[in-house]
């Protein structure tokens, strides 16, 4: 046990995503016309993550391109999404030389999605007796949260993050992190084409929640219920409702081949880091990086490290 280590995992795609569509309107290109806006929205994250938590050990996880256990389980999962950008696609492949470099081991899992590999590892985690840090956009995480477990939410702008603990997570849904699962049985979530429960929106599904708690316990106890019209729709929906409820359940008990030694925060490779921002002309990163490890001048010794097995290929990562 290590008690007050820090671990902080990232949803690489998620992070990449949003910040592509924040700069959606106005897109980042180098002077050789690489398209550059989620690089840079990842690499502003990443820094504005490492600084604010200083953690012991990182990881980065990757959703890959095979159909997981969830779309067996309902053909209609995601099916809404649109396929990646095309000139989102390159900016994949650059987010991975920018991890590389920075020595962060990276991990994905066919069959299975990001939120499963964090899931597992911060439950790892959490036996280790380790502070964790899940980093995502998606609410779907909340559920993860526990007292040793945060979620790390990117804000509108690159340089913003909010950490949301049991607290925040209570105030902020009006319920306890755990049923963030019941919770979106009952709502669905139109990201994910999760169905949940037909005409059942938020003002109705906290008030069931805060009464009943789990899904389970509202179908057992549906004759309370006093509003016919609601109970008609619980009813109508039940199935869809419970397979809501295991498509929004992540997974923590996944085959994953995770060591924490090998998820140890090291320096980069200075020299490979700072030629991938000079390609890219990000002009401010490196002068950042150098800040990070304490070397502004350049001249402080650092240890060589060694890199971390690459374990995906581009190919896998394109949806």
Do not use: C, W
Request: proline share 6%; aromatic share 10%; no cysteine.
């Amino acid at each position: 046990m290590e008690e007050g280590k820090k671990f902080v995992i990232i949803d690489a795609l998620a992070i990449a995503y949003k910040a592509y569509f924040a700069f959606i309107s106005r897109p980042l290109q180098n002077s050789k016309g690489e398209p550059t806006s989620a690089v840079y929205g990842f690499l502003a994250q990443l820094f504005k993550i490492i600084e604010d938590t200083r953690p012991d050990y990182i990881a980065i996880a990757y959703d890959s391109k095979e159909k997981t256990f969830r779309h067996e389980m309902y053909d209609l999962y995601k099916s809404s999404r649109a396929k990646m950008p095309d000139d989102m696609i390159p900016q994949i492949a650059r987010i991975r030389e920018v991890v590389e470099a920075f020595n962060i081991k990276q991990y994905i899992l066919p069959g299975y999605e990001a939120d499963d590999i964090i899931g597992a590892a911060v439950k790892k985690a959490e036996a280790e007796g380790f502070e964790s840090f899940a980093i995502t956009p998606d609410k779907d995480y909340i559920q993860l949260i526990t007292d040793k477990i945060k979620i790390i939410k990117p804000g509108k702008r690159t340089d913003e993050i909010e950490i949301i603990d049991k607290e925040k997570a209570t105030e902020k849904y009006g319920f306890p992190p755990e049923l963030m699962i019941d919770y979106l049985a009952l709502v669905g979530d139109s990201s994910d084409d999760i169905p949940g429960v037909r005409g059942i929106g938020p003002k109705t599904a906290v008030p069931l929640l805060l009464e009943f708690g789990s899904i389970e316990n509202i179908y057992e106890n549906i004759d309370k219920i006093e509003k016919q019209s609601l109970k008609n729709k619980l009813t109508e929906n039940r199935d869809n409702a419970f397979l809501s409820k295991k498509l929004a359940t992540i997974v923590t008990d996944v085959p994953l081949d995770f060591h924490f030694e090998e998820t140890k925060f090291v320096p980069p490779d200075f020299d490979k880091a700072l030629e991938i921002f000079r390609e890219l002309e990000f002009k401010n990163f490196g002068s950042r990086l150098n800040r990070l490890f304490n070397r502004a001048n350049g001249n402080v010794p650092v240890k060589e490290t060694k890199k971390p097995k690459n374990l995906i290929k581009i190919k896998q990562l394109i949806h």
